[in-house]
């Protein structure tokens, strides 16, 4: 097969045998593929030094069934200001966490990997807020379709944002039909939409308390789609950011 160039962030890499790196990226043309890197442990150069947990680069690679053969990798970015701070490394390490686990191998997505390279970028270039992470959850269970309606209750077709809601299962409904999941009050419906709408990290301002409600809808959101534990949650979760 021949070699084919894509754009790529690297989501995972585990050590193969005496020097190989097994890596997961997510690609702009070819979707997520898992590739072997021969020798990569011990020529990172020959990789461009490019081989690094979510760096952003240019990637060669043959295509195969299983394994993909990777044969080169330039850097576009490898996110230094990232690099050298823990709560955003603890950021973005959840966010490729939570790409792979929702992401199917091979399966092209540019809104999803628009997405996460924006992230990437808003953590590169300014301070660590947890409401990039929610607006970045937000738009990951939108764009997979995941995002149940925040315009319509689905039992009485009533507007959720009238009178506040309640999620029950994977459904928003209005306050009056009841749900037991976490209540959404009715500015943070609001909040909620309009920050889909916009579709740009730090556009919409979320004061606390509705801060802290769409965090605990994206939470049981977020658990119960990716359906086992996230474990860079509890790397987060440790330095007091979750
Ligand atoms: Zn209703």
């Given at each position: 097969?021949?070699?084919?160039?894509?754009?790529?962030?690297v989501?995972?890499?585990?050590?193969y045998?005496?020097?190989d790196?097994?890596?997961?990226?997510?690609?702009?043309?070819?979707g997520?593929?898992?590739?072997?890197?021969?020798?990569?442990?011990?020529?990172?150069?020959?990789?461009?030094g490019?081989?690094?947990l979510?760096?952003?680069?240019?990637?060669?690679?043959r295509?195969?069934?299983?394994?993909?053969?990777?044969?080169?990798?330039?850097p576009i970015?490898v996110?230094?200001?990232?690099?050298?701070?823990?709560?955003?490394?603890?950021f973005?390490?959840?966010?490729?966490?939570?790409?792979d686990l929702?992401l199917p191998?091979?399966?092209?997505?540019?809104?999803?990997?628009r997405?996460?390279?924006?992230?990437?970028d808003?953590l590169?270039?300014?301070?660590?807020?947890?409401?990039?992470?929610?607006?970045?959850?937000m738009?990951?269970?939108?764009?997979?379709?995941?995002c149940?309606?925040?315009t319509?209750c689905p039992?009485?077709?009533?507007d959720?944002?009238?009178h506040?809601a309640?999620?029950s299962?994977?459904d928003?409904?209005?306050?009056p039909?009841?749900?037991?999941g976490?209540?959404v009050?009715?500015g943070?419906?609001?909040?909620?939409?309009?920050?889909?709408?916009?579709?740009?990290?730090?556009?919409?301002?979320f004061p606390p308390?509705e801060l802290?409600e769409?965090?605990?809808?994206?939470?049981s959101?977020?658990?119960s789609?990716?359906g086992?534990?996230i474990?860079?949650?509890?790397?987060?979760?440790?330095?007091a950011?979750?």
């Amino acid at each position: 097969m021949l070699a084919v160039t894509d754009e790529a962030i690297v989501l995972a890499l585990h050590d193969y045998a005496e020097t190989d790196l097994v890596c997961t990226f997510f690609t702009l043309d070819h979707g997520k593929i898992r590739g072997i890197a021969k020798g990569g442990r011990r020529s990172r150069k020959r990789f461009g030094g490019a081989l690094e947990l979510f760096a952003r680069l240019r990637l060669t690679f043959r295509p195969k069934d299983g394994l993909a053969r990777l044969e080169e990798a330039e850097p576009i970015s490898v996110f230094p200001s990232i690099r050298g701070d823990l709560d955003k490394i603890a950021f973005a390490g959840y966010a490729c966490e939570l790409t792979d686990l929702f992401l199917p191998e091979g399966l092209r997505n540019p809104r999803f990997h628009r997405l996460l390279t924006a992230y990437l970028d808003r953590l590169e270039s300014s301070p660590c807020e947890l409401l990039d992470r929610r607006f970045f959850e937000m738009n990951l269970l939108n764009v997979l379709g995941y995002c149940p309606p925040l315009t319509e209750c689905p039992s009485c077709g009533g507007d959720p944002s009238v009178h506040g809601a309640r999620f029950s299962g994977p459904d928003l409904l209005c306050a009056p039909c009841g749900g037991s999941g976490p209540a959404v009050s009715p500015g943070t419906v609001k909040l909620l939409r309009r920050s889909l709408a916009t579709g740009r990290f730090g556009a919409v301002e979320f004061p606390p308390r509705e801060l802290r409600e769409a965090g605990e809808v994206l939470d049981s959101l977020v658990a119960s789609h990716a359906g086992k534990e996230i474990r860079s949650l509890r790397f987060l979760r440790e330095i007091a950011l979750a």
